[in-house]
Structures are given as structure tokens and as C-alpha cells.
């Protein structure tokens, strides 16, 4: 596994994964284990595809825009019709139903009635700013795309903070863990046991045969979990109401409401230049002070850390997870609150631990109860989630550590390849190799050799 890149051949390599993956007006989130759209995939894609082509990066969020719900949402998955046969399940023809919805878009193609973080401001935005780096043309075609894409942006973010918020906490309700992008994490395992499952028919899980060990993959319990909460969704009609009155899990997502913070602070940005109405500005203000609020409720002071609330049991989980940085990720802390986030990300409960292969963050601390180094979210290290702390780190104007996080996430590239996630001990690659938002992020890291250069786009 060591030395699989020499370092020089990472851009020409991650290049290569995202032509491989790319399907014409988006890309596969992997060649195989991931064979349809997913939403937040899409978003870090864009913003890795900006630096090759910023017409096609902004035509990946525009095919995911397509096929909006009514409501404003984004679905997590649109499924590609032309999949093979029993490559993903649950499918397309698992999620028809929820074509039915009143407020589903024209189908087929289908779409899951889930959603997932709400990365598509960031890499709308980042696409403007890679296209000012280039020609003329290509800043009035983004510039052309941003104005199409500003409303569909704002119609999502207030999905999320209507209907996914209706106490107007500033935080993100998800109901299903599938919701959060971090499926078996265990934030959601008290959640999850609280949930009786019932009449489930048996299925398959096409994902197993995709992976090296079906220890990398959430297990056959936690599936159970999954397909029953579906079941649930699917018989409420994907009403959103229902869903909110009757659902056995529902939880705010701080991961999600931190990206949704800056998501909306890029949407700002957005709304800026394409001369939004002045009203859409102090909706937007609003809505990030409201995020900013609502994560300072989720605080634990002993912990140094922020903690999704289960609204069933009426309670904090209490899991040490990546997740637990939310307030970095938001944004715009003060010096004493970045100061304690910043012992705990070195402390040894995340980069300090003493087994790690690299100084990178695992997805669950090695401290937690609930770690399994090789199982998915419990554990291994992502590389999007190391750039979504590099690029908060750079804007809390933490710039070192920043250049170390990116230098040090290359290195796991060059040396263990462009996988999904990694055994943080022994930098494994685990999951689905050529993932292709890691490739993206790579090609973002790459194209960030200057930090000042960064730091202005920002
Ligand atoms: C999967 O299938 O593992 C996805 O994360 C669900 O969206």
C-alpha cells in the first residue's frame, strides 16, 4: 500500500477518476458501489471539477438542481436509469413511491425523499471563484449560472429551515441517519435503538460485494434500522408533516446545521452578485445568526464539543465524533471558543492519539465507546471531512494548521490512493477505491498551493 502515488502524479490521477466517474451532466459518486447521483457527493464534486472545467462543474449542480422537490428539497440520491441490475439497494424502483408525492419532481429519473448536507452554496461559490481565475467567457457563464442557480439555493435553504426546523431552532432535523451523510456513525446508535423494527421483507445488500470486508459496511442490524425507517417515510407519503409528527427517530444534526451556517454565508456572497433583493439579504443574515444560536445550544462544555439532540428521547447524544467541531465548520467563533475546539482536535481524543498512521481526524474518536476503525463513519478517516476542516481552519485564520492538514491528507492519498475513507491506524483504503469526491477535494488541495490565494477567495 505504501508509496501507490508518487506525489506529482495526484492531480493526473484525481483527474482521471472524475473523467472515469463522469456519466455527461454528473458524475458517479464511485465506479461501482455508488452507481447514481448523490447530493452532497455532487457538491464536493463540483467544487474539485471547477478546477478543470467550470462549465461542467456548474452543470454537475444544475443536473442535481433538476430534480428539486417542490418544497425546496434536495433529494440525497437521483437514480441514474441505466444503473446495472442489482449493483445499489435500495433502488430506484425502491424509492418510486415516492414519486407519488405531491410534491416529488417529474420522474423518472427517480429520486429518494431524503436529503443530505447542504454543501451546493460552498461549491457554487467556488466555481465563480475558479472561473475569475480564468477567461472572461468563463466568468459571464458563471456568472450566468450563479443567477439561475441563487433561487433553487435559497428555495433549498429555507426547506431546510422551515420544514426541517419548524421549532426555528437554527438546526437541522434529520429522520433518517442516511439524512446526515454519516450513516453509521455512532451519533445515531441510542436513536436507532430506540427504533422497533417490524414486518420487514428480507433484501439484499448489493453494497457488500463491493467492499473487501463487510466490516467496512454498516451491519446487517443497522440495515434493518435503515429499510424499517424508510418504510415508515414511504408510508407517510413523504409528507413532511407526518413525518414530523410521527417518525420514531428525529434528530438535530449538527454537522448538517454547521454546514448549512456556512452554506449561508456563501449564499450571501451569491446573493451579493447577483444582485439579490434586499429582503433575500436579511433572510439569509437571519438564518445564519438563527444556525449560530442553535449550535451554541448543543455546546458541552466537559466535552469541548458539540452534540447532535436526539428530539424523541429529548436529549444530547453523547458521542465524541468529528461531527462534535460543528462551531468551527459555522464559523465566525470567538478567540477563547477556538481556542478549546482547537485543544480537543489535538488532544489525544482525536489528532493526539498515539495509533494514528497521520495526524488526521478520525470520523469517531479512538476514545469512544462506539469507535470501530475499519466500520464506515465509526471510525476512519474521511477526506472530505478533512477539507471541510482545512477550509474552516483557513477561515478561522488558522492558516499553519490548515497547510498542515492539507499537506498531511495529500500524503494519505499519495500513499494509500483515492479511497472513499481510510483505517486511520494503519491508512488502509477501505470502502469503494476511486471515490470521486476524493478525488475532488484533492484536486481542490492541490490547486490551493498559495494560502493567501485561498484565504482572498474565501
Ligand atoms: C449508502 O448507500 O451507503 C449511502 O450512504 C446511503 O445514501
Not at 434493518?224 to 420514531?248: F, G, M, N, Q
Not at 500524503?411 to 477501505?430: I, M, R
Request: charged share 25%.
Amino acid at each position: 500500500m505504501e508509496d501507490t502515488y508518487k506525489p506529482e502524479a495526484l492531480p493526473w490521477r484525481a483527474e482521471k477518476i472524475l473523467r472515469k466517474n463522469d456519466m455527461g451532466g454528473w458524475t458517479k459518486a464511485a465506479p461501482n458501489l455508488y452507481p447514481h447521483q448523490w447530493s452532497w457527493d455532487s457538491a464536493f464534486i463540483a467544487l474539485g471539477l471547477a478546477h478543470l472545467d467550470t462549465r461542467r462543474a456548474a452543470r454537475e449542480l444544475q443536473t442535481l438542481f433538476a430534480h428539486q422537490w417542490k418544497t425546496g428539497k434536495v433529494p440525497h440520491i437521483v437514480f441514474n436509469s441505466d444503473a446495472p441490475p442489482h449493483s445499489y439497494f435500495p433502488g430506484s424502483e425502491h424509492w418510486a413511491c415516492a414519486a407519488a408525492s405531491p410534491d416529488a419532481p417529474p420522474a423518472p429519473p427517480y429520486t429518494s425523499c431524503l436529503s443530505q448536507p447542504p454543501v451546493h452554496a460552498i461549491a457554487a461559490l467556488r466555481i465563480w471563484e475558479a472561473a475569475k481565475r480564468r477567461s472572461e467567457e468563463e466568468i459571464a457563464s458563471a456568472w450566468a449560472f450563479l443567477k439561475d442557480i441563487y433561487p433553487k439555493l435559497l428555495s433549498w435553504h429555507r426547506y431546510l429551515l422551515t420544514y426541517r426546523d419548524p421549532e426555528g431552532s437554527g438546526l437541522v432535523t434529520i429522520y433518517h441517519p442516511w439524512g446526515s451523510g454519516t450513516d453509521n456513525s455512532p451519533r445515531w446508535d441510542a436513536a436507532l435503538a430506540a427504533v422497533e423494527v417490524s414486518d420487514l421483507p428480507p433484501y439484499p445488500r448489493y453494497d457488500l460485494q463491493h467492499v473487501g470486508s463487510p466490516s467496512q459496511r454498516p451491519t446487517d442490524a443497522d440495515y434493518d434500522r435503515y429499510l424499517w425507517l424508510v418504510e415508515l417515510i414511504k408510508r407517510a407519503w413523504c409528507d413532511e408533516t407526518t413525518i414530523y409528527e410521527s417518525h420514531p427517530f428525529l434528530v438535530k444534526d449538527v454537522l448538517s446545521s454547521a454546514i448549512l451556517v456556512a452554506a449561508n454565508e456563501a449564499l450571501l456572497k451569491i446573493a451579493e452578485l447577483v444582485e439579490a433583493q434586499e429582503e433575500d439579504h436579511t433572510i439569509i443574515a437571519a438564518w445564519i445568526v438563527r444556525g449560530r444560536r442553535g449550535l451554541e445550544g448543543c455546546w458541552e462544555p466537559e466535552l469541548g464539543l458539540c452534540l447532535d439532540y436526539d428530539l424523541r428521547a429529548d436529549r444530547p447524544l453523547q458521542v465524541r465524533t468529528v461531527a462534535g467541531f460543528a462551531p468551527l465548520i459555522a464559523g465566525s467563533l470567538d478567540p477563547r471558543q477556538l481556542g478549546v475546539l482547537l485543544k480537543t482536535l489535538d488532544s489525544p481524543t482525536f489528532l493526539g492519539h498515539r495509533g494514528l498512521r497521520w495526524p488526521l481526524p478520525p470520523s469517531t474518536s479512538p476514545e469512544d465507546p462506539g469507535f470501530n476503525p475499519r466500520s464506515y463513519w465509526r471510525g476512519p478517516t474521511w477526506p472530505v471531512v478533512n477539507w471541510l476542516l482545512w477550509w474552516s481552519l483557513i477561515r478561522a485564520d488558522e492558516t499553519e494548521r490548515a497547510e498542515r492538514l492539507r499537506r498531511t491528507a495529500l500524503e494519505q492519498l499519495a500513499k494509500g490512493g483515492f479511497g472513499e475513507y481510510f483505517d486511520p491506524f494503519t491508512g488502509q483504503l477501505l470502502g469503494s477505491a476511486d471515490q470521486s469526491w476524493t478525488a475532488a477535494v484533492a484536486l481542490d488541495w492541490l490547486s490551493s498551493e498559495s494560502l493567501p490565494e485561498v484565504k482572498a477567495a474565501l
